[in-house]
């Protein structure tokens, strides 16, 4: 099957379109840890050619998480551009808040790695490295309408 992410690289650069969600339950953000990296990040990934970025989100979360979803309202819009090692990567991301149709599992078992689920407080994400990192304070702020941020790392 033909890759159709929405992506452009060469050696030096990657441009994509992502999507990911924002699934909060009793004041708890579902994020995924990787041991590896240290870091937390949202369930999400590359929106499809073709694709509406609301139905990426669901299909992303299906694909991520292995449950169907109820997507609701866009939250933020995010131009986030950073450097890993020499290779520059600015993508177009849109998060959506989603409600899972069922209960999250602790874990899933990808090839030879395990993906780890954690539920975590929003009042402390301040205190991880969470990625994208303005969550730690925007959430507990958010407006009620789309926001639009510019993150440069």
Request: glycine residues 6%; aromatic residues 10%; contains cysteine.
């Amino acid at each position: 099957m033909k890759n159709r992410d929405f992506r452009v690289r060469d050696q030096l650069e990657t441009f994509g379109v992502r999507v990911s969600a924002l699934i909060i339950e009793n004041q708890k953000l579902l994020l995924i840890y990787a041991p590896h990296l240290y870091k937390y990040y949202l369930p999400g990934g590359a929106l499809q050619v073709g694709e509406d970025s609301n139905k990426a989100v669901a299909r992303e979360v299906l694909e991520e998480i292995g449950l169907h979803s109820q997507v609701g309202d866009l939250a933020y819009i995010v131009e986030n551009q950073f450097n890993i090692k020499r290779h520059h990567y600015h993508s177009v991301e849109f998060l959506y808040f989603v409600n899972l149709l069922g209960q999250a599992p602790e874990s899933i078992k990808e090839g030879t790695h395990k993906r780890h689920f954690v539920w975590l407080p929003i009042k402390e994400l301040t205190k991880i490295d969470c990625n994208p990192n303005f969550l730690a304070q925007d959430l507990i702020e958010w407006p009620g309408h789309v926001v639009h941020k510019i993150v440069q790392n």
